[in-house]
T-cell receptor, first 119, second 115 residues
Protein backbone atom coordinates (compact mmCIF):
# COMPACT_ATOMS: atom_id res chain seq x y z
CA UNK A 1 0.00 0.00 0.00
CA UNK A 2 1.13 3.52 -0.74
CA UNK A 3 2.22 5.34 2.38
CA UNK A 4 1.47 8.79 0.97
CA UNK A 5 -1.22 9.31 -1.66
CA UNK A 6 -1.85 12.52 -3.56
CA UNK A 7 -4.85 11.87 -5.78
CA UNK A 8 -4.76 15.10 -7.78
CA UNK A 9 -2.05 14.99 -10.46
CA UNK A 10 -2.92 18.53 -11.58
CA UNK A 11 -5.12 21.37 -10.45
CA UNK A 12 -6.08 24.83 -11.64
CA UNK A 13 -7.03 27.69 -9.37
CA UNK A 14 -7.97 31.27 -10.10
CA UNK A 15 -5.63 33.90 -8.75
CA UNK A 16 -6.71 35.20 -5.31
CA UNK A 17 -8.87 32.15 -4.62
CA UNK A 18 -8.13 29.44 -2.05
CA UNK A 19 -7.16 25.93 -3.06
CA UNK A 20 -6.91 22.62 -1.20
CA UNK A 21 -4.37 19.99 -2.15
CA UNK A 22 -5.21 16.52 -0.90
CA UNK A 23 -2.90 14.14 0.93
CA UNK A 24 -3.77 10.89 2.66
CA UNK A 25 -1.27 8.74 4.51
CA UNK A 26 -0.98 5.24 5.88
CA UNK A 27 0.92 4.36 9.01
CA UNK A 28 0.45 2.22 12.09
CA UNK A 29 3.02 4.22 14.03
CA UNK A 30 1.45 6.57 16.60
CA UNK A 31 4.33 9.01 16.25
CA UNK A 32 4.80 10.62 12.87
CA UNK A 33 5.22 13.95 11.16
CA UNK A 34 3.73 15.31 7.98
CA UNK A 35 5.43 17.81 5.70
CA UNK A 36 4.50 19.79 2.63
CA UNK A 37 7.05 20.97 0.08
CA UNK A 38 6.81 23.20 -2.96
CA UNK A 39 8.93 22.51 -6.02
CA UNK A 40 8.85 25.32 -8.59
CA UNK A 41 10.05 24.84 -12.16
CA UNK A 42 13.55 25.83 -11.06
CA UNK A 43 13.65 22.52 -9.19
CA UNK A 44 14.50 23.31 -5.60
CA UNK A 45 12.49 21.81 -2.73
CA UNK A 46 11.00 24.51 -0.51
CA UNK A 47 9.72 23.49 2.92
CA UNK A 48 6.26 24.94 3.57
CA UNK A 49 4.68 23.51 6.69
CA UNK A 50 4.91 20.72 9.26
CA UNK A 51 2.31 18.87 11.37
CA UNK A 52 3.17 16.45 14.16
CA UNK A 53 0.87 13.56 14.97
CA UNK A 54 0.48 14.74 18.55
CA UNK A 55 -0.10 18.38 17.70
CA UNK A 56 -3.48 19.49 18.96
CA UNK A 57 -3.92 22.34 16.52
CA UNK A 58 -3.66 22.51 12.77
CA UNK A 59 -0.39 24.03 11.59
CA UNK A 60 -0.41 27.40 9.88
CA UNK A 61 2.36 29.36 8.15
CA UNK A 62 1.26 32.57 6.50
CA UNK A 63 -1.02 31.70 3.59
CA UNK A 64 -0.47 27.97 4.16
CA UNK A 65 -2.49 25.89 6.56
CA UNK A 66 -2.71 22.18 7.07
CA UNK A 67 -6.12 20.58 7.51
CA UNK A 68 -5.12 17.65 9.70
CA UNK A 69 -7.80 15.00 10.17
CA UNK A 70 -6.09 12.27 12.13
CA UNK A 71 -8.96 9.77 12.16
CA UNK A 72 -9.24 9.99 8.39
CA UNK A 73 -5.46 10.01 7.98
CA UNK A 74 -5.53 13.08 5.83
CA UNK A 75 -3.29 16.14 5.84
CA UNK A 76 -4.55 18.48 3.17
CA UNK A 77 -2.70 21.69 2.35
CA UNK A 78 -4.80 24.82 2.03
CA UNK A 79 -3.33 27.80 0.21
CA UNK A 80 -5.33 30.98 0.69
CA UNK A 81 -5.37 33.90 -1.74
CA UNK A 82 -3.46 32.10 -4.49
CA UNK A 83 -0.73 34.01 -6.31
CA UNK A 84 0.81 33.40 -9.70
CA UNK A 85 4.04 32.46 -7.96
CA UNK A 86 2.25 29.55 -6.28
CA UNK A 87 2.28 27.65 -9.59
CA UNK A 88 4.50 24.65 -8.85
CA UNK A 89 4.56 20.97 -7.88
CA UNK A 90 3.51 20.30 -4.31
CA UNK A 91 4.63 17.24 -2.41
CA UNK A 92 3.26 15.76 0.78
CA UNK A 93 5.70 13.69 2.85
CA UNK A 94 5.68 11.69 6.07
CA UNK A 95 8.29 10.80 8.64
CA UNK A 96 7.38 7.78 10.75
CA UNK A 97 8.67 6.80 14.12
CA UNK A 98 10.21 8.60 17.02
CA UNK A 99 13.48 10.28 16.18
CA UNK A 100 15.50 8.00 18.45
CA UNK A 101 15.16 5.01 16.20
CA UNK A 102 16.12 4.45 12.60
CA UNK A 103 12.54 4.60 11.40
CA UNK A 104 12.64 8.35 11.76
CA UNK A 105 15.49 8.83 9.34
CA UNK A 106 13.62 9.12 6.10
CA UNK A 107 10.79 11.05 4.55
CA UNK A 108 8.36 9.16 2.32
CA UNK A 109 6.97 11.35 -0.44
CA UNK A 110 3.76 11.26 -2.42
CA UNK A 111 3.69 11.58 -6.19
CA UNK A 112 2.92 15.27 -6.10
CA UNK A 113 0.23 17.64 -7.38
CA UNK A 114 0.95 20.21 -10.05
CA UNK A 115 -0.84 23.46 -9.21
CA UNK A 116 -1.42 26.05 -11.90
CA UNK A 117 -2.67 29.49 -10.90
CA UNK A 118 -4.64 31.31 -13.58
CA UNK A 119 -4.49 35.11 -13.80
CA UNK B 1 23.59 31.82 7.04
CA UNK B 2 24.03 29.73 3.92
CA UNK B 3 21.61 26.90 3.31
CA UNK B 4 22.43 23.40 2.14
CA UNK B 5 24.80 23.73 -0.82
CA UNK B 6 24.97 21.15 -3.56
CA UNK B 7 27.28 21.10 -6.51
CA UNK B 8 27.34 20.84 -9.34
CA UNK B 9 23.80 21.93 -10.14
CA UNK B 10 23.91 20.07 -13.44
CA UNK B 11 26.13 17.15 -14.37
CA UNK B 12 26.34 15.32 -17.68
CA UNK B 13 28.10 11.98 -17.85
CA UNK B 14 28.50 9.37 -20.56
CA UNK B 15 27.47 5.81 -19.83
CA UNK B 16 30.20 4.04 -17.90
CA UNK B 17 31.70 7.16 -16.34
CA UNK B 18 31.66 8.06 -12.67
CA UNK B 19 29.50 10.80 -11.14
CA UNK B 20 30.44 12.55 -7.90
CA UNK B 21 27.84 14.73 -6.26
CA UNK B 22 28.74 16.99 -3.36
CA UNK B 23 26.66 18.31 -0.49
CA UNK B 24 27.78 20.85 2.09
CA UNK B 25 25.31 20.87 4.99
CA UNK B 26 24.14 23.96 6.78
CA UNK B 27 26.55 25.32 9.36
CA UNK B 28 26.37 23.32 12.56
CA UNK B 29 24.57 20.39 10.93
CA UNK B 30 26.20 16.99 11.26
CA UNK B 31 23.44 14.82 9.75
CA UNK B 32 23.01 14.47 6.00
CA UNK B 33 20.33 12.72 3.93
CA UNK B 34 20.39 11.93 0.22
CA UNK B 35 17.26 11.55 -1.92
CA UNK B 36 16.71 10.78 -5.58
CA UNK B 37 13.89 12.16 -7.72
CA UNK B 38 13.11 10.50 -11.03
CA UNK B 39 11.24 12.61 -13.61
CA UNK B 40 7.63 13.34 -12.64
CA UNK B 41 7.96 11.48 -9.31
CA UNK B 42 8.40 12.34 -5.65
CA UNK B 43 11.71 12.05 -3.84
CA UNK B 44 12.91 8.66 -2.62
CA UNK B 45 15.25 8.19 0.33
CA UNK B 46 18.67 6.78 -0.40
CA UNK B 47 21.00 7.15 2.60
CA UNK B 48 21.45 8.87 5.96
CA UNK B 49 24.90 9.75 7.23
CA UNK B 50 26.48 11.38 10.21
CA UNK B 51 30.08 12.54 10.23
CA UNK B 52 32.22 9.50 9.30
CA UNK B 53 29.30 7.09 9.68
CA UNK B 54 26.61 5.62 7.47
CA UNK B 55 23.55 5.25 9.68
CA UNK B 56 20.91 4.01 7.24
CA UNK B 57 21.52 3.04 3.62
CA UNK B 58 18.33 1.08 3.12
CA UNK B 59 17.37 3.09 0.04
CA UNK B 60 20.72 2.88 -1.69
CA UNK B 61 21.12 0.52 -4.66
CA UNK B 62 23.50 -2.30 -3.74
CA UNK B 63 25.71 -1.89 -6.79
CA UNK B 64 27.64 1.15 -8.07
CA UNK B 65 26.36 3.64 -5.47
CA UNK B 66 28.27 4.77 -2.40
CA UNK B 67 28.14 7.70 -0.01
CA UNK B 68 30.45 9.22 2.54
CA UNK B 69 30.49 12.13 4.95
CA UNK B 70 34.08 12.67 6.10
CA UNK B 71 35.14 14.49 9.22
CA UNK B 72 36.18 17.46 7.08
CA UNK B 73 34.54 18.51 3.85
CA UNK B 74 31.26 17.84 2.10
CA UNK B 75 29.25 14.66 1.86
CA UNK B 76 29.83 12.84 -1.42
CA UNK B 77 27.42 10.63 -3.31
CA UNK B 78 29.35 8.56 -5.82
CA UNK B 79 27.84 6.65 -8.73
CA UNK B 80 30.21 4.39 -10.62
CA UNK B 81 29.70 3.22 -14.20
CA UNK B 82 26.58 5.35 -14.68
CA UNK B 83 23.69 4.08 -16.81
CA UNK B 84 20.82 5.98 -18.42
CA UNK B 85 18.50 4.98 -15.57
CA UNK B 86 20.65 6.96 -13.14
CA UNK B 87 19.48 10.18 -14.80
CA UNK B 88 17.59 11.99 -12.05
CA UNK B 89 17.72 14.88 -9.63
CA UNK B 90 19.67 14.09 -6.46
CA UNK B 91 18.81 16.10 -3.38
CA UNK B 92 20.63 16.44 -0.11
CA UNK B 93 19.14 17.61 3.19
CA UNK B 94 20.82 18.32 6.51
CA UNK B 95 19.81 18.63 10.14
CA UNK B 96 21.60 19.43 13.40
CA UNK B 97 20.46 16.13 14.92
CA UNK B 98 18.48 13.11 13.88
CA UNK B 99 15.62 14.31 11.76
CA UNK B 100 13.62 16.67 13.90
CA UNK B 101 10.27 18.22 13.40
CA UNK B 102 11.11 21.17 11.27
CA UNK B 103 14.75 20.77 10.28
CA UNK B 104 13.70 19.53 6.89
CA UNK B 105 15.64 21.77 4.52
CA UNK B 106 16.95 20.58 1.20
CA UNK B 107 19.65 21.80 -1.11
CA UNK B 108 18.85 22.84 -4.65
CA UNK B 109 19.68 19.45 -6.06
CA UNK B 110 22.06 18.11 -8.68
CA UNK B 111 20.52 17.13 -11.99
CA UNK B 112 22.42 14.21 -13.45
CA UNK B 113 21.99 13.42 -17.12
CA UNK B 114 23.55 10.27 -18.52
CA UNK B 115 24.05 10.30 -22.28
Amino acid sequence: AQKITQTQPGMFVQEKEAVTLDCTYDTSDPSYGLFWYKQPSSGEMIFLIYQGSYDQQNATEGRYSLNFQKARKSANLVISASQLGDSAMYFCAMREGYILNNAGNMLTFGGGTRLMVKP
Amino acid sequence: NAGVMQNPRHLVRRRGQEARLRCSPMKGHSHVYWYRQLPEEGLKFMVYLQKENIIDESGMPKERFSAEFPKEGPSILRIQQVVRGDSAAYFCASSPRRWGNTEAFFGQGTRLTVV
